[in-house]
């Protein structure tokens, strides 16, 4: 196995690891560590690839995303709740105003991309 793959896979399993723990720490968000996740085990390694999509952890939180880029309003709420609360953090403590119009620029750009970008999954009862 060549390095760079070893590096992959490595960092694939942090990254999963990380969506692991945001499954029950409510400030770390699951879904994008999932997908970086993702990311480097297709990078990594076929059999890890596999392996990884055959989670439960995977098929939950990352696969509808990963599949056709939709999240269910609840999930799309969730993060960016979760998000404006730790950007609200730097927001109110920095007396900095060029730092402060970066973060409202994220804030903003963040909006935008969910509500605009990433499609919103209807749940059929």
């Known amino acids: 196995m060549k390095l760079y793959n070893l590096l992959f896979i490595t960092l694939g399993m942090f990254f999963m690891g990380l969506g692991m723990v945001g499954v029950i720490v409510p400030v770390l968000p699951t879904t994008p560590f999932l997908i970086l996740a993702s990311v480097f ?4 390694s076929d059999r890890f690839d596999l392996w990884f999509r055959s989670t439960r952890i995977y098929k939950s939180y990352a696969e509808d995303f990963i599949r056709d880029r939709s999240m ?18 730097p927001f109110i403590t920095l007396k900095n105003l060029y730092l402060k119009l970066f973060i409202l620029l994220v804030v903003i750009f963040k909006y935008y991309y969910f ?8 749940i059929y009862e």
């Open 115 to 122: 509500i605009f970008k990433i499609k919103t999954k209807k």
């Open 41 to 44: 085990f297709v990078k990594g």
């Open 72 to 89: 269910t309003l609840k999930r799309k709420i969730t993060l960016m709740l979760i998000s404006d609360l730790m950007l609200s953090f």
